[in-house]
């Protein structure tokens, strides 16, 4: 199974940047998607960012303009910019692939970005 681990989150004021890095790392035939999602303290897990194996991405309309996901090999980048205090949750990234003709997804150990006012 594919191991994702996560890098970069951290505390920053509001109109900040950070940028978040999740690499993947085991065997895996075709990579069919890579994503970030977040979960804040009494909310549901939801998609920030989702990039295709053909380049497409697609983006939560409250990021939209702000953040950036990118792929370079096995590795997803979200850079996010102006940072608002309802950015602040846990941020996963997960990978969608397939393996020995099964299609599988892993999630990375989570980091947290917390962005104060």
């Known amino acids: 199974q594919v191991q994702l681990v996560e890098s970069g989150g951290g505390f920053v004021q509001a109109g900040g940047s950070l940028r978040l890095s999740c690499a993947t790392h085991?065997?895996?035939?075709?990579?069919?998607?890579m994503g970030w999602y977040r979960q804040a303290p009494g909310k549901q897990r939801e998609l920030v960012a989702l990039?295709?194996?053909?380049?497409e991405t697609d983006y939560a309309d409250s990021v939209k303009g702000r953040f950036a996901i990118s792929t370079e090999k096995d590795t997803v980048f979200l850079q996010m910019n102006s940072l608002k205090p309802e950015d602040t949750a846990v941020y996963y990234c997960?990978?969608?692939?397939?393996?020995?003709?099964?299609?599988?997804?892993?999630w990375g150990q989570g980091t947290q970005v917390t962005v104060s006012s």
């Open positions: 997960n990978v969608d692939y397939i393996i020995l003709g099964r299609r599988l997804d892993s």
């Open positions: 085991g065997a895996f035939s075709v990579i069919n998607s």
């Open positions: 990039i295709t194996n053909g380049g």
